[in-house]
Protein backbone atom coordinates (compact mmCIF):
# COMPACT_ATOMS: atom_id res chain seq x y z
CA UNK A 1 0.00 0.00 0.00
CA UNK A 2 0.92 3.58 -0.70
CA UNK A 3 -1.31 5.78 1.42
CA UNK A 4 -1.43 8.72 3.58
CA UNK A 5 -3.63 8.49 7.03
CA UNK A 6 -4.92 11.19 8.61
CA UNK A 7 -6.36 11.28 12.24
CA UNK A 8 -7.15 13.29 14.86
CA UNK A 9 -10.56 13.98 14.06
CA UNK A 10 -13.69 14.13 16.63
CA UNK A 11 -16.34 16.05 17.90
CA UNK A 12 -16.13 19.06 19.85
CA UNK A 13 -17.44 22.69 21.11
CA UNK A 14 -17.15 25.49 19.70
CA UNK A 15 -14.48 27.26 20.77
CA UNK A 16 -12.32 23.90 21.28
CA UNK A 17 -9.25 23.14 19.46
CA UNK A 18 -8.12 19.46 18.08
CA UNK A 19 -5.02 18.40 16.09
CA UNK A 20 -5.22 16.63 13.20
CA UNK A 21 -2.30 14.22 11.63
CA UNK A 22 -0.78 13.20 8.22
CA UNK A 23 1.94 10.81 8.13
CA UNK A 24 2.13 7.84 5.55
CA UNK A 25 1.25 4.22 5.75
CA UNK A 26 2.03 1.47 4.37
CA UNK A 27 5.08 2.11 1.58
CA UNK A 28 7.10 4.70 3.77
CA UNK A 29 7.81 7.95 1.93
CA UNK A 30 9.51 10.94 2.56
CA UNK A 31 6.70 14.00 3.22
CA UNK A 32 7.88 16.93 0.86
CA UNK A 33 4.95 19.79 0.87
CA UNK A 34 1.83 19.69 1.91
CA UNK A 35 -1.56 20.60 2.41
CA UNK A 36 -4.77 20.33 4.09
CA UNK A 37 -7.62 20.74 2.44
CA UNK A 38 -11.30 20.29 3.71
CA UNK A 39 -14.63 19.75 2.50
CA UNK A 40 -18.50 20.68 4.21
CA UNK A 41 -21.56 18.62 3.38
CA UNK A 42 -22.61 19.81 -0.13
CA UNK A 43 -19.91 22.15 -0.67
CA UNK A 44 -16.29 21.78 -3.01
CA UNK A 45 -13.23 21.09 -1.71
CA UNK A 46 -11.20 23.85 -0.41
CA UNK A 47 -7.87 24.98 1.23
CA UNK A 48 -6.86 25.26 4.44
CA UNK A 49 -3.37 25.25 4.40
CA UNK A 50 -0.13 24.64 2.87
CA UNK A 51 3.80 23.77 4.30
CA UNK A 52 6.78 23.05 2.35
CA UNK A 53 9.62 21.19 2.64
CA UNK A 54 11.80 23.86 3.75
CA UNK A 55 8.58 24.75 6.68
CA UNK A 56 7.34 27.85 4.49
CA UNK A 57 3.27 28.24 5.56
CA UNK A 58 0.31 29.43 3.75
CA UNK A 59 -3.32 29.80 5.42
CA UNK A 60 -6.76 30.49 3.57
CA UNK A 61 -8.24 33.91 5.11
CA UNK A 62 -10.76 31.65 6.90
CA UNK A 63 -8.55 29.93 9.20
CA UNK A 64 -6.04 32.36 9.43
CA UNK A 65 -4.81 33.29 13.42
CA UNK A 66 -6.70 30.21 14.31
CA UNK A 67 -5.44 26.91 12.48
CA UNK A 68 -1.07 26.30 12.26
CA UNK A 69 0.51 23.65 10.78
CA UNK A 70 3.83 22.34 11.12
CA UNK A 71 5.89 19.49 10.53
CA UNK A 72 8.12 16.96 12.39
CA UNK A 73 10.49 15.96 9.65
CA UNK A 74 11.77 12.84 12.40
CA UNK A 75 8.20 11.62 12.49
CA UNK A 76 7.83 12.47 8.72
CA UNK A 77 4.06 13.66 9.76
CA UNK A 78 2.52 17.04 9.43
CA UNK A 79 0.12 18.25 11.73
CA UNK A 80 -3.08 20.79 11.58
CA UNK A 81 -3.37 22.79 15.25
CA UNK A 82 -6.87 24.16 15.01
CA UNK A 83 -7.96 26.20 17.76
CA UNK A 84 -10.85 28.51 18.28
CA UNK A 85 -13.31 26.20 16.04
CA UNK A 86 -16.36 27.06 14.66
CA UNK A 87 -19.37 25.49 13.76
CA UNK A 88 -18.40 26.29 10.09
CA UNK A 89 -15.29 24.86 10.16
CA UNK A 90 -16.97 21.27 10.27
CA UNK A 91 -16.16 19.60 7.68
CA UNK A 92 -14.21 16.29 6.30
CA UNK A 93 -9.96 17.04 6.27
CA UNK A 94 -8.13 15.95 3.90
CA UNK A 95 -4.12 15.72 3.79
CA UNK A 96 -2.21 15.99 0.64
CA UNK A 97 1.07 15.29 -0.54
CA UNK A 98 3.27 16.72 -3.53
CA UNK A 99 6.23 15.10 -4.42
CA UNK A 100 7.21 12.99 -6.82
CA UNK A 101 7.45 8.95 -5.72
CA UNK A 102 8.47 5.72 -7.67
CA UNK A 103 6.25 2.92 -6.32
CA UNK A 104 6.03 -0.52 -7.98
CA UNK A 105 7.10 1.29 -11.27
CA UNK A 106 4.47 4.09 -10.96
CA UNK A 107 5.35 7.25 -10.70
CA UNK A 108 3.15 9.25 -8.22
CA UNK A 109 3.44 13.21 -8.48
CA UNK A 110 0.54 13.48 -5.50
CA UNK A 111 -1.41 11.64 -2.81
CA UNK A 112 -4.27 12.14 -1.10
CA UNK A 113 -5.13 10.63 2.13
CA UNK A 114 -9.00 9.19 3.22
CA UNK A 115 -10.40 12.50 5.31
CA UNK A 116 -10.95 12.71 8.89
CA UNK A 117 -14.35 14.22 10.23
CA UNK A 118 -14.14 17.17 12.48
CA UNK A 119 -17.34 18.03 13.76
CA UNK A 120 -17.95 21.23 15.68
CA UNK A 121 -21.34 21.74 17.66
CA UNK A 122 -22.51 25.22 18.33
Known amino acids: QFQLVESGGGLVQAGGSLRLSCAPSGTIFRLNAVDWYRQAPGKQREFVAA???????NYADSVKNRFTISRDDAKNTVYLQMNSLKPEDTATYYCHARGSWVVNGRKYLELWGQGTLVTVSS
Open 51 to 57: ITGGGNT
